[in-house]
């Protein structure tokens, strides 16, 4: 009972996204299936050497640093809430230390790969092209989250003064400027998709081929397949083009606090880490031109 009190606190109170509550759904489900099984106990009834007992079988699983610390932030955020809410006397969370991990650089696409993608690819004309393409340009030139663009709506566009409006975590707003060519393409695809299904009721702007909204799996692909043909890195996401609007615009002197601002960051700490990236980058740089090097 005490668990379904508190996803709806996360869905009603704090306002989180449907897949950060399956995140924590997913843990806490993991965490209860665990204390039952080998303690016989709840998790509002749980101590901090079951928990560590939990962590450490993970650990022993195989699970890697980044796994255990979003599950610890998982319990940390339940007993916050009954430790807030009067439901339990002492948290136990508070004996309980995160594992240190390093930090991951993240993965972008070199300009030259991204200007293949939009200059030597021959989308197709028909609706489907301009979707796509329409979908990579929103990825790379506003630097937008896969679950924004899924839940982009036609009244968040707005042509006319060149700007859109995003709802990322926490439902933060904020406005994003658009390039020309993307307000043109934009205009393209409206056109076509007025043509194609004006009988469709829903708001939502990206859809399949059938008129639907798109999903999360759908989107993949498609930035998948094209990237695929223009670029070797490993990662072909949408998430790596975001990462990618980011490295090339801190690359071409952009300042870091607008970064933060376009990419909807809560702190300046979530958007120094393309600051490393650029600096890796013109290590290797440097050591590839310098005769000394």
């Excluded at 897949?19 to 993991?30: A, F, G, V």
């Excluded at 798109?214 to 990237?227: E, G």
């Excluded at 700490?269 to 890796?280: C, G, N």
Aim: some cysteine; proline content about 3%.
């Amino acid at each position: 009972m005490v668990l379904s009190e508190f996803y709806k606190y996360l869905q009603f109170e704090k306002r989180y996204s449907p897949h950060t509550l399956r995140s924590y759904k997913t843990d806490l489900q993991q965490f209860s299936c665990f204390l039952e099984n080998e303690y016989g106990v709840s998790p509002k009834d749980a101590s901090s050497l079951q928990i560590r007992s939990w962590l450490s079988n993970l650990s022993a699983g195989k699970a890697t640093t980044k796994t255990l610390n979003r599950k610890i932030s998982s319990l940390k955020s339940y007993y916050a809430y009954l430790e807030y809410y009067n439901k339990i006397d002492l948290n136990p969370m508070v004996k309980v230390s995160s594992p240190v991990s390093g930090r991951n650089l993240p993965v972008f696409i070199p300009e030259d790969d991204i200007q293949s993608l939009f200059e030597k690819i021959e989308f197709t004309k028909d609706f489907a092209g301009i979707r796509d393409r329409l979908v990579l340009e929103l990825f790379y030139c506003t630097g937008m989250r896969l679950s924004e663009l899924t839940g982009l709506k036609h009244h968040h566009v707005d042509a006319a003064a060149a700007q859109i409006r995003l709802k990322g975590k926490g439902n933060k707003e904020r406005i994003v400027p658009l390039t020309s060519q993307l307000q043109d393409l934009y205009r393209q695809y409206i056109k076509e998709k007025k043509r194609l299904f004006a009988y469709q009721k829903h708001d939502y702007l990206i859809v399949t081929n059938g008129g639907k909204k798109v999903y999360a799996k759908f989107v993949y692909r498609l930035v998948n397949f094209y990237l695929s043909t223009t670029t070797t890195v490993s990662k072909r996401s949408p998430h790596v083009l975001r990462h990618s609007f980011a490295t090339h615009m801190l690359n071409r002197g952009a300042d870091i606090n607008a970064i933060k601002e376009i990419l909807g960051h809560s702190s300046l700490s979530a958007t120094e880490i393309y600051t490393h990236t650029t600096v890796e980058q013109l290590k290797k740089v440097y050591k590839q031109a310098h005769p000394k090097a």
